[in-house]
């Protein structure tokens, strides 16, 4: 993507957010759509966003694609793996040489899943929210090209957006929104990840072909992904309605 | 925090809601348990004494931060109830007022769909909740979910012995368990929650770690089926053998 390309890309992602911040939106989707423009806009292969839970844990939120290896690599960064230090620290740490060693020594389990899955360059950027740090935005590459400042600038600046759509407050009610935000955000994704299977089993597809479904539906329709999660668990909706994938 | 969490799992100092009063530096807590086909909350342990009756009036009413975090499964916090709009707890605001409770707090205890309880923090004179006192609460709401998890405590007031460690059962940060509960949910025709309990119960007696059950169960290499079968969580191999 030329300079002037990316440059107007990036104003409209910005519009794009601050047209979703509007109303009671759906976080776990704006975060996936953000985590899908890092890998445009950084021309990376893969991108995922973490947050702290109550333990000082990190747990996915959402990533550029929902296929359960991604997620499940993200997944080990519970408690080991570059957005573990990055987390800790507060410091972004920027083209890690997945292929060598001596570099992801302090975490095997994730480097060895990292580079089966075809990674061989990793990033962590923190997500900030003033002096304090809240979780980690985490990309992958499988082409050994490094990033310049520029690029990690603008990755910094897409966390900081994500950190933004997180802590945003929904209801003048909660007067610790911040706090409460995080929690519902781990409580949605946790509720998708239900579904995904209640799903998959319901029309005998793979998790990841029933929430491509199930997300084009509550799109169209603009339902938030965790009401329509709980509606369908709770057993408030008809499955029917929402067209099953084929089976592959 | 960790002491409350200790004396949890020793069922030392007899009374866990004195022990979370205290180190919660909170005015009152409770803790109430959603029992039963239609999720009636019930208390399983308060302190002090106007704790008891703050959750008894709010249960009662349907109104406030418990009925709410039942609804929702979010965590709601009104740490000054004069700050809180007269029409949304119509009934409870005046009551709670003459009860003396200045402000309070609500935690869920669950994971995604499913919901276990809350627990209800009331706030002291200054009316407001510090950040430390909100990680404490959610830690402490967040253990005791896998306390109740465990199958603990729900048949009466008594703490888990010392062979239940109180806390996050472990591999439930993986999406994989999550989507595995949900698909043997609909294979069994059970709960979300009981559906965990299932997939617990097997990993459990198979001796794996809960992760691996979860990735056969995704990956369709393991099926949980109602067929008559001496295993408590009846699962189905299709490889032949069970699990």
Known sequence: MSAMARERRLAEIFVEVADSLVEDFDVIDLLHRLSARCVELLDVSAAGILLADAHGELQIIAASDEHTRLLELLALQHDQGPCVECYRTGAARTNIDLTRGEVTAAWPRFAAQARETGYVITHAIPLRLRNRVVGALNLFQTAPHRLGDDDIALAQALADVATIAVLQQRTLEQSHVENSQLQNALTSRILIEQVKGVLAERWNTSVDEAFAAFRSYARARHLRLSDLAAQIIEGDFDTRTIPAPHVS | ?243
């Open chain 2, 1 to 243: 925090m960790a002491e409350v969490l200790r004396s949890l799992r020793l069922g030392e100092g007899g009374d866990p809601a004195q022990a979370c009063v205290r180190a919660l530096d909170a005015a009152g807590v409770a803790l109430s348990l959603l029992v039963g086909a239609d999720r009636t909350a019930e208390p399983l342990w308060c302190h002090p004494e106007l704790s008891a009756r703050f959750e008894e009036l709010q249960f009662t009413l349907g109104e406030g931060p418990g009925p709410e975090v039942v609804r929702t499964g979010s965590p709601v916090l009104e740490p000054d109830l004069d700050r809180v709009r007269p029409e949304r707890w119509p009934v409870l605001l005046p009551a709670a007022r003459d009860l003396g409770v200045r402000g309070v707090c609500g935690f869920p205890l669950g994971i995604g769909a499913i919901r276990v309880g809350v627990l209800t923090v009331l706030c002291g004179e200054d009316r407001r909740i510090s950040e430390q006192q909100f990680a404490d609460a959610t830690a402490l709401a967040a253990a005791l979910t896998g306390v109740f998890l465990n199958g603990n405590g729900h048949v009466n007031g008594t703490v888990p012995g010392p062979d239940r460690m109180p806390g996050w059962p472990t591999g439930l940060n993986r999406p994989v368990v999550h989507q595995a509960t949900g698909m043997i949910s609909v294979q069994l025709g059970v709960s979300i929650q009981e559906a965990l309990l299932r997939l617990r119960a097997h990993a459990y007696g198979s001796e794996r770690p809960l992760g691996e059950i979860a990735e056969d169960v995704v990956a369709r290499r393991l099926r949980f089926g109602d067929e008559l079968d001496d295993d408590i969580s009846g699962p189905y191999s299709p490889e032949g053998g069970k699990g």
